[in-house]
């Protein structure tokens, strides 16, 4: 079975603080995505990467930051947290190709106060 | 603008009554479409993919359907158990490699 594993289910933060949050998987998957989930606003594609080294902006990036020094790692990197980046993260990975499946981590639940 | 739209928003079922769920999208040329299921606080779990009008797919008591326009997920005698959201998304041709866009659920809750 695919795994994807996140740092931490649950995380609370200031405003202002640098934020890591850390995603690894473990079936090889050249391509790894971060998202968040809002009421009413669905999955977001922060940002997205398709190989080591390698990322491209999502639909909301701004604010936000990634790195990918190994295969199997992707980290987001909220610079100065602020209180409307209050979200349920998600990190998914997939094979590169055509159209494959993202699977998904159990995510990480952030608040900013 | 591609879109995903999933209806109904929520929908309450009492075990054992079928029912199905819609995903209507608009894009401009369908690459794939997903679908998704997704507990509390959990992240979502891949169901099915479906990539021409016309193709089904099975899993137990889940059933997903394809046309040009939109896709059905049925739910034959349905359990407590689920009970859940229920995502779809697509990826259309001209897009970024796997960029998939995602309706915003169907939250299912089944009585028993």
């Known amino acids: 079975d695919v795994k994807v594993t996140q740092s931490s289910r649950y995380l609370v933060k200031r405003t202002g603080e640098k934020v890591f949050l850390e995603c690894v998987q473990d079936?090889?998957?050249?391509?790894m995505f971060w998202y968040r989930q809002d009421p009413g606003l669905g999955l977001r594609l922060i940002y997205f990467s398709y190989d080591v080294k390698m990322k491209e902006k999502g639909d909301i990036p701004e604010g936000y930051s990634v790195s990918r020094e190994k295969k199997e790692r992707f980290s987001l990197i909220l610079e100065s947290a602020s209180t409307n980046q209050t979200s349920m993260y998600l990190c998914?990975?997939?094979?590169?190709?055509?159209?494959?499946?993202?699977?998904f981590g159990p995510g990480t639940r952030l608040t900013v106060t | 603008e591609d879109q995903v739209t999933q209806s109904p928003e929520a929908l309450r079922l009492q075990e054992g009554e079928s029912s199905s769920l819609n995903c209507s999208y608009t894009v401009s040329g369908l690459r794939g479409l997903f679908w998704y299921r997704q507990d509390p606080g959990k992240g979502p779990e891949f169901l099915f993919t479906l990539y021409s009008a016309g193709e089904e797919k099975e899993k137990e008591r889940l059933k997903a359907t394809l046309t040009k326009k939109e896709s059905f997920l049925h739910i034959t005698a349905p359990k407590p158990e689920d009970s859940a959201t229920y995502l779809c998304?697509?990826?259309?041709?001209?897009?970024?490699?796997?960029?998939?866009?995602f309706g915003t659920g169907t939250l299912l809750a089944v009585q028993p």
């Open positions: 998304a697509v990826l259309n041709y001209g897009g970024a490699t796997n960029k998939l866009i």
């Open positions: 079936m090889d998957h050249e391509n």
């Open positions: 998914a990975s997939s094979q590169q190709g055509w159209a494959y499946e993202q699977y």
